[in-house]
């Protein structure tokens, strides 16, 4: 027998009304707990008032909700099966001749969705919000500044001391030694005066300096002289050069393959950006596999001892799906496992995971 129109409604409204509910739920205390962590982060700061603590909080919050979505749907959906179970509705269904995956198939499709506009739409505004979080961090907080930026011109990294700054530009970088090519070094004294410039052919990041080769040095007023060798001071090392760059999170889904792609013709891996493109990719899949597994846990259960069983064994699933995905994500951040295997993996053996066991428990 096939799920007539007015069943598949009827059970897509039930999945609905729960998934937002514990999707309001959860928001809520996530947005109270990061308040009082970035209150407690800001104590001792005259300068950040409750305002700004608030402000930094809700422009986190989409970045937080997009982390917690996959858990909000497994509890949703298995708090909506339990109700269905224990108001025999799911048992009706089955006896007119309905199998549990038509059952299961408007609450697939909600999840489909959802990972889907979650993508498409959801993660630009969370990726926009996410950059000011970081830019009111870095402002009030770490009182940092970020050092580096690429584009379709190349690599512009800044420098600063005590005398003053340099904004470099270069077309390429070995990533391997941090070399430069086609160097061009601007030098400022104090804020924004500026006193001269540096072109060279080559610049090796060395400890505590920069190694200039071939380098036309110019300054206001006066006649451009050349050296074979020239060096300019820094403090800066490929750590912190590498963590200036903007995180993946802050960037939209579309507008990672075009920045994967600038960051790579400048010389950079794009590794770390293309895993988390991939695992935005592969979010719609995960989400169905958490309707399969709260199915798991609550299209048999009743009564108050069925609901608890059902909730724990569903919050259990769900922190040990979290441990693996950090496990398996870390593992493709270092390379030790190809970056599709480590986007797709958690998705895939999730849904494998429960297609098998629900081909386990039931008949139908």
Known sequence: MGLSATLSAYLAR????????????????????????????????????????????????????????????????????????????????????ISVWQILLPATGIAVLIGIIQVALFNP???????????????????????????STGLWLRQSDKRGQSVIHATRVAHSDMSLQDVIIFLFEGEDRFIGRVDADTAQLQDGYWDIKNAWISAPNKRARFVAEHRINTDLTLNKILDSFASPQTMSFWQLPGFIETLEKAGFSG????????????????????????????????????????ISGAVFSGF?????????????????????????????????LGLSALFHIEDG
């Open 14 to 97: 039930h999945i609905a009304f729960w998934l937002a509910s514990v999707f309001a739920g959860v928001t809520s205390v996530a947005l109270l707990f990061d308040t009082v962590e970035m209150l407690r982060r800001s104590a001792g700061k005259a300068d950040i008032g409750v305002m700004v603590v608030l402000q930094m909080s809700i422009f986190k919050l989409p970045h937080l909700v997009q982390q917690m979505l996959p858990f909000c749907v497994l509890l949703g959906a298995t708090l909506a099966f339990w109700r269905l179970a224990r108001a025999n509705e799911l048992v009706v269904t089955r006896a007119a001749g």
């Open 125 to 151: 505004l969370a990726s926009v919000m996410l950059s000011k979080f970081e830019q009111l961090e870095s402002r009030h907080l770490k009182r940092s500044v970020s050092l580096l930026s690429v584009s």
């Open 271 to 310: 590794h770390r950006h293309k895993l988390y493109w991939h695992s935005l990719l592969a979010s719609p899949l995960l989400l169905a596999a958490m309707i399969l597994i709260a199915a798991i846990f609550s299209l048999r259960s009743t009564g108050r001892a069925g609901a608890a069983l059902s």
């Open 320 to 352: 040990f799906l979290y441990f693996m995905s950090d496990l398996v994500y870390a593992l493709g951040l270092s390379a030790s496992i190809p970056t599709l295997l480590a986007a797709w993996t958690p998705a895939g053996v999730s849904t494998l």
